[in-house]
């Protein structure tokens, strides 16, 4: 059974850049068959899609954050990564890391999520 | 970017009552469209995929209709664990996904 597993200082000071990492069991990241990506979701707020990445590398970011983000695969340890740098008040969240189905040059809506790591920006 | 309009914001609901929530997309969307669910604490759980196809081991209270632009999700018979927040999310646009703002379904 698939499951990923995000981790990553939970604290992070302003202007500095947030590092996190989902670690995938029960499935490869190599697979052609799917992509990973990104969510957060700020304090009682709702969901914003961060970016995605496939295994061949390729990325996508949301353009109001493409500036700061960074999305990469390390096929070797089965993990994929986020970082955003400046970080500010405003990217205090749950961040998620989520699989979906790839298929047809589209992807679907993720089936499979972390449980999610609550990353506070404060000094 | 496609912009994703859920209403209402909060639907208060008996138990054992029906359920009705939409979702309208800024532009037409085809049936590239998701539901979740999630609770307090948790992870969005996804429910329907392809508009109105359920996802594996969902119950068949839920359902899924809709394309282009409109979109509905019904809970046909609401059970305790229903009451959570609901998401819509347009994958038409692909890689730009968006998620529409949710709905809270409380008890009444």
């Known amino acids: 059974q698939l499951q990923l597993q995000e981790s990553g200082p939970g604290l992070v000071k302003p202007s500095e850049t947030l590092s996190l990492t989902c670690t995938v069991s029960g499935g490869s990241i190599s697979s052609r068959s799917y992509y990973w990506g990104w969510i957060r979701q700020p304090p009682g707020k709702g969901l914003e899609w961060i970016g995605s990445?496939?295994?061949?590398?390729?990325?996508y970011y949301k353009p109001s954050l493409k500036s700061r983000v960074t999305i990469s695969v390390d096929t070797s340890k089965n993990q994929f990564s986020l970082k955003l740098s400046s970080v500010t008040a405003a990217d205090t969240a749950v961040y998620y890391c989520?699989?979906?189905?790839?298929?047809?040059?589209?992807?679907?809506?993720?089936?499979?999520w972390g449980q999610g790591t609550l990353v506070t920006v404060s000094s | 970017e496609i912009v994703m309009t859920q209403s209402p914001a909060t639907l208060s609901v008996s138990p054992g009552e029906r359920a009705t929530l939409s979702c309208r997309a800024s532009q037409s969307v085809s049936s590239n469209l998701g539901w979740y669910q999630q609770k307090p604490g948790q992870a969005p759980r996804l429910l329907i995929y392809?508009?109105?196809t359920r996802a594996t081991g969902i119950p068949a209270r839920f359902s899924g209709s809709g394309s282009g632009t409109e979109f509905t999700l019904t809970i046909s018979s609401l059970q305790s664990e229903d009451f959570a927040v609901y998401y819509c999310q347009q994958y038409n646009n692909w890689p730009e996904l968006t998620f529409g703002g949710g709905t809270k379904v409380e008890i009444k």
């Open positions: 990445i496939y295994y061949s590398g390729s990325t």
């Open positions: 392809g508009a109105s």
């Open positions: 989520a699989r979906g189905y790839y298929y047809d040059s589209r992807g679907y809506s993720p089936g499979e």
